[in-house]
Structure formats: structure tokens, C-alpha cells
């Protein structure tokens, strides 16, 4: 049964706020090296400004907090970031299996990375690769809208045909740089698609920070346009919203975040489509409950992914969105026959 | 209460490479205060397009809608929102989305981007709840009622919207006999001005004030019921024949078709 009075949704928010902050905390012990819990946390309490008694190695430290820690944080923002994105494209294009690679975006930043790694190189220091794919992402998305619009009008429909188009067109110009390439940067390339964290560090976690920080109060002010346009065209226009113009602010938002997600993480699958059915199962379709909700859940499911992805093949990082994949769809799967 | 005019409204769909095609041409239209006022005609002559003109989702080429003497395209669509409601053959889709929550929607006109909901929010949407008799539904999934009740859920909402004009595109579509009149009766029971199209011919006479018929982008015929449902009239427009006369129990006229 759906938790719906108020009262229950405060409870599940923050609830879900408490176990997410758990969770960052103890999912840092877990990696190629194992650090006792209570090292974690007393490391975390250190750089928060508590006294601690210091009775772990320089390197653990190290470990925990320059290396695994950006990362889990990074982990969480990515999470909530495609969570959010997710609802409001299926609510947008009324499709409950729209997700935020839908409408081209991965792929654009996909052609984006392959172009930097095998022909421009490091034309902008570390931040090359991210750049360079956030602008694919801006591309192929101004491509896609630019397709879709006939006569001043954006339908939805269109818009899922022209972004799909769009992928498979860039995607086909992806595969042919990577096979007819360098193998050994096509590797790292392949490596970056298939999703990864490991690139977080403390000094650029700021720009998803804002962006998901952001596109939250952003989606959270559409909410209930995006109830409005997800029983309708004509409803939506009906209770005062302009349906068009709340689309293309729907869409510029969702693709604008996506694309500084996928530039910094690589194209993590199943967020973004599986997250947003799991929250309404929770909590029903209202947006002004789904949003906060659906975001919290992508983070906490992000996150402990990612703990996986750090163990399963030790010390080897598995690719993460292969996890997501794999253990999102067996998840869903034991959901559906349940 | 608020009155609708229209004049002189002329809409059409752009045709690529050659004329455009009218769909709407020359409408006159007057809801007065508190009027119940019909809209009839055959499939395709245009009722939808002119409603949909009349909320403001179509912007029409030509004439001038005017909402107590405002001209509506001067105006949000916020503004019109909050003054008029529109019940559609139009529902969500299965996303589960409760009872409440389509009812709440209603709300939306009248809310700034991040109000939340008040207690007098909550209490518009029991009481309108309660008037169309779902009190018992709220908390229920929306996609799991009956054709019928989706309808009066759509209306608790448009009730909620506290319009001064109402518009309902053939509302009583999906609704068996008893529930038939027991809208209709709401509907003149609630006061409001309201401008329906309708399908029954003597559903529109039994409840209308006045009807409009409208015919291949025209307004053919305007006046009382008894005044534009003619034999004649009715073959002229809907090709078919019928025998009208009054009502037993009633002043207004009875459409018998002839089979």
C-alpha cells in the first residue's frame, strides 16, 4: 500500500535522508582494501572538524577520504541526478520506459569523450574528457529539439523518434572511431561508456552538486504541471499551464543535467527508468511526493552499487553500469514475479 | 458567474502547399450569466475545436473571445484558468495516481510554484468529492474506477477550480440513464454558467436553456430548445429523419428518431 498522508511521506523522506547518510558513511570502508568501520567513521568525524584519537595509517586515511569518498558522493548526486530526470521525462512524454538517455544525450557525450581521448587529447587539462562530452551532450540535444520541432510545435512523440534517430546515428559514428582507432585508447573509452566513479575527486564535485541541487528545485516548481501534463495535452492547458513551453523547460532542465552527469560518470543505465517506478510503487504519481523520493532512492541504490562494483572483481573496478544493470534488472525482475 | 461571448470566430488547420482549410468559420457564440447552453451537431462539424477555442487551447485565426468583457487571449492561462473549468473526454493515464490527487489537481490554478496545499485546499476537494458522491474514493487508484466515476471524478476537479464558467465536452458520454440525469441535474443544480456539447438530442432539450447547432464550421440554428429542434432542421443536419414532438410530462420537445 502507497504511503500517501503527509505525515507518512515526512517520515519516508527522512527516514530515507538518514539511511542515505548511513549508508555514504559505511559504504567507505568497502573497496580493494579493506578499513575497519569504526576507522571510517572516525576518519569521516575528523575531517568534519571532530576530535578524534588517530590510531589508523596515513594511507587509510588516504584512501577513505581523498579516494573513496568523493567517489561515494559523487555516486549519490549521479544517482539522485538520473532518478529525477527519469520521472520527469516519463511524465513528459507520458511513456513510462522514457529514461534520461532517451532523448540522445549519452550518445552525444559518448562522441563527445571518443573524439578528445583518440584525436584532440587533453586540450583543457583533466577536465578534456568531461568537457568535451557535455558538449556532445549539448549538441546532440539541440540536434534532437531542432529535429523535433515542426512549425513551432514539440510533441512528444517526435521527440522520442528524433532522439532515438539521433542515438543510433551518433552511436554508429561512436563505434566507427573506436574500431577503426587506436585499441588501446578505444579501450579507456569503452571503459568510460560502460559508466565509472572513479574519476570523482573533491575538486570538481561542486558542479554536480549545483546541477542536482539545482534541477531539484527546478523539477519540484514544475511538479504540478508535470501532474497536469501527465493526464494531457488539453488537461494541462485546462488547469493554466502551458503545456508546450513547460515540455521544452522539461526537457532543456533534464537534458542540461543529464549531460553533466553522464560527462563526469559515463552512461549509467537503469537509473533513470527503473528508480521512477520503484518510488511510485512507494508513493504514488504525485510529483510534489515522486521527485524528492525517486531522488533519495537513486542515490541510496547508487551508492551501494557502487560498493559492489568496488568488490565483486577486487582489486579490479567493475564497470558500473554494468552493476546497475545486472542488479537493478535481476532486482526488478524478483519485484515483477513477486 | 461569468459570460462567454464570442464573435465572429474563424479557425483553421494549415495544409502544407495550398489554402488552409476553416474548420471554424464566423462563430457567434453567448453564454450569459448562469446559462445553461448547449452545443449539438453531427460528428466532425466542429464542436470540439470550438470548445477547445473557448479554453483557450487553440488559438483561433480570426474574432474575439471575450470572458466577462475581458478578451481572453490578453489574458494567462492562469487567468483563464482560475475562471473557467473544463471537464474532457481526456484521463490520466495509469501512473497511479489516486482519486485525491486528480481532484487536487483542480487546485493548481490558484497555487504559486511552490505553495503546498492548505487545509482549505483540502477541504475544496472533500466537499467537491462529497458533491459528486466519491467521498468514499479518495484514497483510491484513479486508473480502477468504472468509466462513470472517472467522469464525476473529472468534475469533482473542475469543481474545485472554482470556475465561474464551466465547459464540458459531451459529458455524458460513458454514463448509464440514472447517472445521465443525475449529472446533468448537478450541473444546473450548481448555478454555474455552462457550455456542453452533447450527443442526445433530448438530453440537450430536457436540460439546455438555449442550444446552438453547429454544422460544417457554422452555426446553423440558435434559440430554445423547442425553438431549433425541428424535424426539418434535424434532417438538414444530421441527415436523418425524426419525429419531434413535446415531451408528456414536460414544455420541452422529444426527438423520436425513425427507424
Known amino acids: 500500500m502507497p504511503i500517501r498522508g503527509r505525515l507518512g511521506i515526512r517520515l519516508l523522506l527522512a527516514g530515507l535522508v538518514c539511511v542515505l547518510v548511513l549508508s555514504c558513511i559505511s559504504a567507505l570502508a568497502f573497496g580493494p582494501a579493506v578499513i575497519p568501520q569504526s576507522y571510517v567513521w572516525s576518519i569521516v568525524g575528523k575531517h568534519l572538524g571532530f576530535a578524534m584519537p588517530e590510531d589508523w595509517s596515513r594511507s587509510q586515511e588516504h584512501i577513505v577520504w581523498l579516494i573513496r569518498a568523493p567517489r561515494v558522493v559523487l555516486g549519490a548526486l549521479v544517482g539522485a541526478g538520473l532518478a529525477m530526470v527519469g520521472v520527469a521525462l516519463q511524465a513528459v512524454t507520458r511513456n513510462p520506459l522514457a529514461d534520461p538517455h532517451l532523448l540522445g544525450v549519452s550518445s552525444g557525450a559518448a562522441f563527445g569523450a571518443v573524439l578528445v581521448v583518440l584525436y584532440l587529447g587533453e586540450f583543457a587539462g583533466v577536465f578534456s574528457l568531461p568537457l568535451a562530452a557535455f558538449l556532445g551532450a549539448l549538441g546532440s540535444m539541440l540536434l534532437v529539439l531542432a529535429v523535433a520541432r515542426r512549425r513551432g510545435q514539440l510533441e512528444s512523440d517526435r521527440l522520442l523518434l528524433a532522439g532515438v534517430a539521433v542515438s543510433f546515428v551518433l552511436m554508429a559514428m561512436v563505434n566507427l572511431l573506436l574500431f577503426t582507432g587506436d585499441h588501446h585508447a578505444a579501450a579507456s573509452v569503452v571503459f568510460w561508456m560502460l559508466g565509472g566513479l572513479g574519476g570523482a575527486r573533491w575538486d570538481v564535485l561542486w558542479l554536480p552538486g549545483i546541477c542536482v541541487v539545482a534541477g531539484l528545485f527546478a523539477l519540484l516548481a514544475m511538479a504540478r504541471g508535470l501532474n497536469a501534463l501527465m493526464s494531457g495535452e488539453q488537461t494541462a492547458v485546462s488547469l493554466g499551464f502551458n503545456g508546450k513551453g513547460l515540455r521544452l523547460q522539461a526537457f532543456i532542465c533534464t537534458s542540461l543535467l543529464t549531460g553533466v552527469l553522464v560527462s563526469l560518470s559515463g552512461a549509467i543505465g537503469f537509473v533513470g527508468l527503473m528508480v521512477p517506478h520503484v518510488a511510485r510503487a512507494l508513493v504514488g504519481a504525485e510529483h510534489r511526493r515522486l521527485i524528492p523520493v525517486a531522488a533519495l532512492l537513486g542515490a541510496l541504490f547508487l551508492v551501494w552499487v557502487d560498493v559492489a562494483a568496488r568488490t565483486l572483481i577486487a582489486p579490479e573496478d567493475l564497470p558500473i553500469g554494468i552493476a546497475t544493470a545486472a542488479l537493478g534488472g535481476l532486482f526488478f525482475l524478483v519485484m515483477l514475479r513477486r | ?259
Open chain 2, 1 to 259: 458567474m461569468s459570460t462567454l461571448s464570442i464573435e465572429g470566430l474563424s479557425w483553421a488547420v494549415e495544409v502544407r502547399r495550398g489554402a488552409p482549410r476553416w474548420l471554424l468559420r464566423g462563430i457567434g457564440l453567448q453564454v450569459n450569466e448562469g446559462e445553461f447552453v448547449g452545443l449539438i451537431g453531427p460528428n466532425g462539424s466542429g464542436k470540439t475545436s470550438l470548445l477547445r477555442c473557448a479554453y483557450r487551447s487553440t488559438t483561433p485565426a480570426r474574432g474575439h473571445l471575450c470572458l466577462d468583457g475581458e478578451d481572453l487571449w490578453q489574458r494567462s492561462a492562469r487567468w483563464s484558468a482560475q475562471r473557467i473549468a473544463v471537464v474532457l473526454q481526456e484521463f490520466p493515464q495509469e501512473f497511479g495516481l489516486t482519486v485525491k490527487d486528480v481532484v487536487a489537481m483542480g487546485r493548481a490554478p490558484h497555487k504559486g510554484l511552490f505553495d503546498a496545499d492548505t487545509s482549505e485546499d483540502a477541504r475544496h476537494v472533500a466537499q467537491a468529492l462529497e458533491h459528486v458522491g466519491l467521498s468514499t474514493y479518495a484514497g483510491q487508484a484513479f486508473a480502477t474506477l468504472s468509466g462513470g466515476e472517472k467522469q464525476r471524478v473529472l468534475l469533482a476537479r473542475a469543481l474545485v477550480q472554482q470556475p465561474g464558467l464551466l465547459i464540458l465536452d459531451e459529458p455524458t458520454n460513458h454514463l448509464d440513464p440514472r447517472y445521465q440525469l443525475e449529472l446533468l441535474r448537478h450541473l444546473r443544480g450548481l448555478g454555474l454558467s455552462i457550455l456542453a456539447s452533447f450527443h442526445d438530442l433530448n438530453l440537450a432539450a430536457a436540460f439546455c436553456d438555449r442550444i446552438y447547432v453547429i454544422a460544417e464550421g457554422e452555426i446553423v440554428a440558435r434559440g430554445t430548445p423547442a425553438e431549433v429542434l425541428t424535424a426539418e432542421l434535424i434532417e438538414q443536419v444530421f441527415g436523418v429523419k425524426a419525429l419531434v414532438d413535446r415531451h408528456p410530462l414536460h414544455a420541452y420537445p422529444r426527438v423520436t428518431w425513425i427507424t
